[in-house]
């Protein structure tokens, strides 16, 4: 999987509104343009980053061509995604142990100064 494809494709509005569209099953490139104010034309070339990111699939029976959604790039980037938050978190939380150690040791610092203060 090519993950900049993937993310560039899901990146338009249009494209995932007819990402959206493919979720409910198959459709015509014809149906699939329909509800759009752009030119078939325009659409197509939504259809084709589409297919190069492997999101969507062609099925040409005789004139007619057929869309249907393509899973597989989806679970890669969810897998993706998971495995960046898990190390972001992981990383996050050690920074944040750090902080509160050094704030702790911070604060201990202070107390043991006021007391010798005192004396």
Same mark, same amino acid.
């Given at each position: 999987?090519? $993950?900049?494809?993937? $993310?560039? =494709?899901?990146?338009?509005? /249009?494209?995932?509104? @007819?990402?959206?569209?493919?979720?409910?099953?198959? =459709?015509? +490139? /014809?149906? +699939?343009?329909?509800?759009?104010? @752009?030119?078939?034309?325009? +659409?197509?070339?939504? @259809?084709?980053?589409?297919?190069?990111?492997?999101? +969507?699939?062609?099925? @040409? #029976?005789?004139?007619?061509?057929?869309?249907?959604?393509?899973?597989?790039?989806?679970?890669?980037?969810?897998? !993706?995604?998971?495995?960046?938050?898990?190390? !972001? #978190?992981?990383? $996050?939380?050690?920074?944040?142990?750090? $902080?509160?150690?050094?704030? =702790?040791?911070?604060?201990?610092?202070? /107390? #043991?100064?006021?007391?010798?203060?005192?004396?």
């Amino acid at each position: 999987m090519d $993950l900049d494809d993937t $993310l560039i =494709a899901l990146a338009d509005d /249009t494209r995932r509104s @007819i990402l959206k569209r493919l979720a409910t099953g198959e =459709a015509r +490139v /014809t149906e +699939v343009a329909a509800p759009f104010g @752009i030119s078939l034309n325009s +659409v197509s070339k939504h @259809i084709r980053l589409l297919e190069r990111a492997g999101l +969507v699939r062609r099925r @040409i #029976s005789g004139r007619d061509h057929f869309l249907a959604l393509e899973p597989q790039p989806f679970d890669e980037l969810t897998r !993706w995604m998971r495995e960046t938050r898990e190390f !972001w #978190s992981s990383r $996050l939380d050690h920074l944040e142990a750090a $902080l509160r150690a050094e704030d =702790a040791i911070a604060k201990a610092a202070k /107390t #043991s100064s006021s007391k010798r203060k005192r004396k």
